[in-house]
C-alpha cells in the first residue's frame, strides 16, 4: 500500500507564497515523475508540473516563472514553491506520481489535495 499525502495549502493574500509538499509512503520500490495538478471551482484539473526523478522540469505557461517544483528522492518528497499568487492560482492542489511498489506493482497514485486560497 502506498499513499501521496499533500501539505502546506492555506490562505494567502495576492503576491504572496505558500510552499506546498508532497510525501509518498508505503512499499515504494521507486517513484519516476512526481507532478502538481490543481483544479480550480467549476473547472478541470489542469497540470501544473512535473519534475522526473533526474530533476528535470516541465510548468504550465500559467506558472512559469512564479512557480518551482523540486523533490528530495530520498524522502520521496516533491515540492511546489509559489510566489507571487494571483487570485487565478486559487484551487485544490493534487500531488500525482506513479509509483513502482516492492511487491512488483505499478500505481498511478493521487493525494488527496490541499486547498490553497488567493484572496485580494
Known amino acids: 500500500q502506498v499513499q501521496l499525502v499533500e501539505s502546506g495549502g492555506g490562505l494567502v493574500q495576492a503576491g504572496g507564497s505558500l510552499r506546498l509538499s508532497c510525501a509518498a509512503s508505503g512499499s515504494i520500490f521507486s517513484i519516476n515523475a512526481m507532478g502538481w495538478y490543481r483544479q480550480a471551482p467549476g473547472k478541470q484539473r489542469e497540470l501544473v508540473a512535473t519534475i522526473t526523478s533526474g530533476g528535470s522540469t516541465t510548468y504550465a505557461d500559467s506558472v512559469k516563472g512564479r512557480f518551482t517544483i523540486s523533490r528530495d528522492n530520498a524522502k520521496n518528497t516533491s515540492y511546489l514553491q509559489m510566489n507571487s499568487l494571483k487570485l487565478e492560482d486559487t484551487a485544490v492542489y493534487y500531488c500525482?506520481?506513479?509509483?513502482?511498489?516492492?511487491?512488483?506493482?505499478?500505481?498511478?497514485?493521487w493525494g488527496k489535495g490541499t486547498l490553497v486560497t488567493v484572496s485580494s
Open positions: 500525482n506520481a506513479p509509483i513502482f511498489t516492492r511487491q512488483g506493482h505499478g500505481m498511478d497514485c
